[in-house]
């Protein structure tokens, strides 16, 4: 039993050591990543500001009127 396992141990690790991608593959992969999320914040932005612009198209609601003075007691 013991001798299985040292046989098969040495297989595992060979099987676990895929080839792994090299630091530029590694990089070009996360700047294409964060490039896009930045894309995806532009959009959201320009989205948000032009609805923030269109509301201000609108016309001003009444003010709401002032409540009564209070006597402070």
């Given at each position: ?42 959009a ?19 003010a ?10």
């Open positions: 039993m013991r001798r299985r396992v040292a046989l098969a141990l040495p297989l595992l690790l060979v099987a676990a050591c895929k080839d792994e991608p090299d630091f530029e593959t590694r990089y070009e992969k996360a700047s294409n990543e964060i490039e896009a999320r930045a894309t995806a914040m532009d959201d932005i320009a989205a948000a500001e032009k609805a923030a612009v269109a509301a201000s198209d609108l016309p001003d609601a009444e709401p009127p002032n409540a009564a003075a209070s006597s402070g007691e």
